[in-house]
């Protein structure tokens, strides 16, 4: 199969990445051939080799929404760059002779890519993870591909029933045939702790993601500042030009700066920085599609305490598998955090039902299902793609 994504690990800046790499892994090694066409956009920093198993093609452009730090190209040089990943595609889909071409994140791309998906005669599957058919046609700089909703061509996957509803309501297009399967937790980097021990509390908290506003990053600064003054927030994650000096600045005027660190890891270190933490703060403000962190967290034996907010809602639970409070409400993240701290039945309960959640949502469940799907698009055996 071919599988086109704007990003592939190493160079990746999000879940979604993470994700359809998790997936295409697991094909491959069960002895699927696997072809990934996908940017040669790199993210600062990151020196790491390719992965082993599939056959990397780093040819295509991303024309906005580059890792932070890396240059795109001139809005006049776009007409030429497209052309030039048209062909790129075109051959690709000639060389590889796909049985089923796997779309998973085009947005950064030419939508002029997906329209060509779209008139191919081979099958093709969207596994759609984040709200590229809205932003995308007002983000693309592509003269000739106009503004209209994009086309998720062929069977389309959401990884939540929210995302679904949100890109519906977006697009005005619906999606009768879709169906949702939800991401998973890779239990090679972060192997589920079946019997979590509780750790001493030691007012540790952690945000591992984008540092963005409508991930609730200030939000959690301003929770910081409520509660005891041994409380330290360590803040992991990648941030767009002037994210990181925002927080600094509102740590500063809250008096909180000495106790507040911002820093990237790669997702190798995140493990770590999970069982570090007393807790793991999801405080995200906006139709999340999903939300992976919570579950890395929830595997290696870290309480978590999140907004629920979009589809993060369908698999946390309050006082189950989490604590959850309303979305930008400061006061309320303060104090669940505290209900964590002076309440060790409650941490007990929690991180036994995160350790059974996260065994639940796995990443080989994820690969399985979607093999499925795959499959039956292209209408053959799952072990003939």
Same mark, same amino acid.
């Given at each position: ?20 790499? &998790? !997936?295409? $892994?697991? %094909?491959?090694? /069960? +002895?699927?051939?696997? *072809?990934?066409?996908?940017?040669? #956009? ?25 890792p932070p730090g890396s240059s795109l190209p001139r809005r006049q040089r776009v007409p030429p760059i497209v052309v ?14 796909? &049985? !089923?071409? $796997?779309? %998973?994140?085009? /947005? +950064?791309?030419?939508? *002029?890519?997906?329209?060509?998906? #779209? ?20 983000a693309d700089p592509t003269p000739f591909v106009g503004r209209r909703a994009a086309p998720v061509p062929g069977r ?22 879709? $169906?949702?399967?939800?991401? /998973?937790?890779?239990?090679? *980097?972060?192997?589920?702790?079946? #019997? ?190």
């Open positions: 199969m071919l599988a086109l994504s704007s990003l592939y690990p190493p160079h990746a800046i999000g879940g979604y990445e993470n994700a359809c790499h &998790d !997936v295409l $892994s697991r %094909w491959a090694a /069960g +002895g699927h051939h696997v *072809a990934v066409l996908t940017s040669a #956009a790199r993210v600062p920093g990151v020196v790491a080799p390719d992965p082993p198993g599939t056959c990397l093609r780093r040819e295509l452009t991303l024309l906005y929404g580059g030039r990943d048209l062909w790129s595609l075109r051959r690709a889909l000639r060389e590889v002779r796909p &049985d !089923v071409v $796997s779309l %998973w994140h085009p /947005g +950064g791309f030419s939508l *002029a890519l997906v329209y060509l998906l #779209a008139h191919q005669r081979v099958p093709v599957v969207s596994v759609v993870c984040d709200h590229w058919p809205v932003y995308a046609p007002a389309v996957v959401f990884c939540s029933a929210a995302l679904r509803h949100v890109v519906e309501a977006g697009t005005g297009l619906t999606f009768p045939d879709s $169906s949702v399967v939800w991401l /998973g937790v890779d239990h090679i *980097a972060f192997p589920v702790d079946v #019997a979590p021990d509780e750790r001493p509390w030691r007012w540790r908290l952690l945000y591992a993601g984008r540092l963005s506003p409508e991930k609730g990053v200030q939000t959690a600064v301003r929770a910081l500042a409520l509660l005891p003054p041994e409380t330290t927030l360590d803040l992991v994650g990648w941030g767009e030009s002037g994210a990181r000096a925002d927080l600094e600045d509102l740590a500063a005027s809250l008096g909180v700066a000495d106790r507040l660190t911002i820093t990237a890891r790669s997702r190798s270190e995140l493990a770590s920085c999970y069982q570090q933490a007393d807790a793991l703060l999801f405080p995200s403000e906006w139709q999340e599609p999903f939300g992976i962190v919570p579950l890395e967290a929830m595997a290696v034996g870290t309480p978590v305490v999140a907004t629920g907010a979009g589809g993060s809602g369908e698999y946390l639970r309050d006082r189950e598998n989490c604590l959850v409070y309303p979305p930008g409400d400061a006061v309320a993240l303060a104090e669940a955090v505290s209900a964590l701290a002076n309440d060790a039945p409650l941490r007990s309960a929690i991180l036994s039902g995160g350790s059974e959640t996260a065994a639940a949502l796995s990443t080989d469940r994820l690969a399985a299902e979607l093999l499925d799907v795959h499959a039956e698009a292209a209408g053959v055996p799952s072990s003939m793609v």
